[in-house]
């Protein structure tokens, strides 16, 4: 069975005390993973380890970088690659986020070096995906979704793409207050779901655990987690408060 997976994205906030504080906090709180439940938070790069200290003992806790470089190793200074996120101890990356694709430019070829690469250090890509408001508004969201998918994602084999990580989320609906209904999600996870389930067949696709970014707080993820394709969130602000992001992490499906 898929993974029901609550994910943090502290994105550049916090500094070490208060992320500090934030983590022991959360970890203080009386959470029971279950073991088709995970929780991922992508801390900033110099917070991996001491974050990585801090949930060693706890179970379905993980600690994820929120980017790495395509190459391995070179002159490429101020950039982090996958070989080093590894030796850390981390399992998980998140690759392709909207900030990464519109702030610095990341081609669908450079996301699908960034996911070979992580790959072959046996980090797990949370792959993200989604619409601007504009393609929403011309209702051409699924097109554009595809497209994304397909060119950065196709070239895997079904073997490398079990029990994968999505990350579907609307970029009008980032930090912006607005949020995709639980029916609109649910709409957009069918659909990618059917969409590796064309390539890759339906064992793949069903493997595949869809998460859904886009202002998710406690008041709303138990009606949007509980979408059958809705895998659980991808969770920026609300994630800066422990007790916000409690709530989230108890709405994920069991």
């Known amino acids: 069975m898929r993974k029901q997976i609550a994910a943090a994205n502290w994105k550049m906030n916090l500094t070490l005390n208060e992320a500090n ?12 993973i279950s073991d088709d439940q995970q929780v991922v938070m992508a801390v900033p790069f110099p917070y991996l380890l001491p974050a990585n200290k801090k949930i060693e003992n ?35 990356v998140l690759i392709g986020h909207s900030e990464r694709r519109e702030y610095f430019a990341e081609s669908a070829e450079v996301l699908a070096a960034k996911v070979d690469i992580a790959l072959v250090n046996n980090l797990k890509p949370i792959f993200c995906c989604g619409e601007a408001l504009d393609i929403r508004e011309a209702e051409t969201q699924n097109e554009f979704v595809e497209k994304q998918l397909q060119e950065s994602l196709f070239h895997l084999s079904g073997e490398q793409l079990e029990n994968f990580v999505v990350a579907y989320e609307p970029i009008w609906a980032i930090g912006t207050g607005k949020t995709a209904s ?12 059917k969409v590796f389930a064309a390539k890759y067949g339906n064992d793949v696709a069903a493997s595949i655990s869809i998460l859904y ?7 709303n993820a138990a009606e949007i987690f509980s979408k059958p394709d809705v895998d659980g969130g991808l969770v920026g602000g609300a994630s800066l408060n422990a007790d916000e992001f409690e709530i989230i992490i108890n709405s994920l499906k069991s």
């Open 58 to 92: 706890k179970k379905g806790f993980f600690i994820a970088a929120q980017n790495c470089y395509s190459k391995k190793s070179g002159a490429f200074t101020g950039e982090v690659s996958a070989p080093i996120i590894a030796s850390c101890g981390i399992e998980y």
């Open 21 to 32: 504080e934030l983590l022991d906090n959360l970890l203080s709180k009386n959470i029971t």
């Open 213 to 219: 970014g886009g202002s998710v707080k406690g008041n």
């Open 182 to 193: 639980a029916e609109q999600a649910q709409e957009m996870h069918e659909h990618i779901r």
